[in-house]
């Protein structure tokens, strides 16, 4: 990727999905109307190979750590938010990649979260999503349920779910980013700045090299799910996500529109990581709930957290099988 060609910005007014519909009229009628429909049953045989991922305590998850309130950076519940996860990492390997970062409103200190699972074979697969919400220039009631603490739930319960399991394959690196939201307006210079500290940390040293792919979860947790294709991803994991989803029936959540966003795999891509965002930028009619005080708890659904956990889970063992 040519860092010069910058995507889209996610922090520009919100857009309306125009691209073409990629499934079926019939498949997309599922799980779009009201909420998620009942899932597809998987084989015994291919459900006895693949941990369930539980959504339900994701959500739960999510709730306590959105229970800290408005998480800018420098903030209050910033710091809150920050106490909660290391006492939620407390017992794993946790790195803290802590910089000061030049922003629209002077020095700012920021953390990266890191933990690190060990697998059978050399390279790691990189689970990531950014926990801070947006600079308040207006409003400082805005909690970010599921811009922010939805893809924090799902990867604390990641964690759970790999903590005390042999992983047969990469090694799976949960991080954690800061300060993805833009202080002012969404720039190459005031966006992704927990992403773009540590991707060129990892390029200095060496570790972006160990990277077989990174799965990006932002805005994950909607109850209406609507994952959508970007165009910015690496096509050949975009397709193996899109083979995940099949496993139990999920594609109808999966990639009925398309678009080009911004968001914290940019960095990453620009270093020739593959990498896919997967991201629901369609969040209540015409994205009317996203970085306002609507974006609460009760418009997230632990249905969705399990489709999406279940896809990324797949993913990563489909990545073991293929690369």
């Given at each position: 990727m040519n860092p010069a060609a910058a995507p889209s910005p996610r922090a520009a007014a919100p857009r309306r999905k125009s691209a073409p519909r990629l499934l079926a009229a019939a498949a997309l009628s599922l799980g779009l109307a009201l909420g998620l429909a009942p899932r597809g049953d998987a084989a015994p045989d291919a459900m006895a190979s693949l941990p369930r991922f539980d959504g339900a305590r994701a959500l739960?998850?999510?709730?306590?750590?959105?229970?800290?309130?408005?998480?800018?950076?420098?903030?209050?519940?910033?710091?809150?938010?920050?106490?909660?996860?290391?006492?939620?990492?407390?017992?794993d390997p946790l790195e803290k990649d802590t910089f000061t970062a030049d922003t629209p409103f002077g020095q700012k200190r920021m953390t990266n979260f890191i933990v690190r699972f060990p697998g059978t074979r050399d390279g790691a697969i990189v689970l990531a999503g950014h926990y801070d919400t947006n600079y308040p220039?207006?409003?400082?009631?805005?909690?970010?349920?599921?811009?922010?603490?939805?893809?924090?739930?799902?990867?604390?319960?990641?964690?759970?779910?790999?903590?005390?399991?042999?992983?047969?394959?990469y090694s799976i690196w949960i991080v954690l980013f800061d300060g993805e939201e833009a202080f002012k307006d969404?720039?190459?210079?005031?966006?992704?700045?927990?992403?773009?500290?540590?991707a060129q940390k990892w390029h200095a040293d060496g570790e972006i090299k160990k990277i077989k792919a990174l799965l990006l979860a932002d805005m994950i947790g909607d109850k209406d799910l609507d994952v959508e294709r970007d165009l910015n991803s690496t096509p050949w994991l975009v397709n193996l996500v899109g083979q995940a989803a099949a496993k139990y029936g999920?594609?109808?959540?999966?990639?009925?529109?398309?678009d080009q966003v911004g968001d914290d795999h940019g960095p990453f891509l620009a270093y020739g990581v593959p990498c896919v965002d997967l991201i629901d930028f369609d969040y209540g009619y015409e994205n009317a709930f996203w970085h306002t005080p609507q974006d609460t708890m009760d418009k997230l659904s632990a249905s969705?957290?399990?489709?999406?956990?279940?896809?990324?889970?797949?993913?990563?063992?489909l990545i073991d099988q293929t690369h």
């Open positions: 739960h998850y999510a709730a306590e750590f959105v229970a800290a309130g408005p998480r800018w950076v420098g903030s209050p519940g910033h710091a809150r938010s920050e106490a909660f996860l290391e006492r939620e990492f407390a017992g220039l207006k409003d400082t009631s805005y909690v970010g349920a599921n811009d922010g603490g939805s893809s924090t739930g799902l990867l604390l319960e990641m964690a759970d779910s790999l903590r005390h399991r042999k992983i047969e394959g969404w720039t190459d210079k005031d966006s992704v700045y927990g992403s773009r500290q540590l999920d594609q109808s959540y999966f990639f009925a529109h398309e969705s957290l399990t489709v999406v956990g279940d896809v990324m889970l797949e993913t990563i063992r």
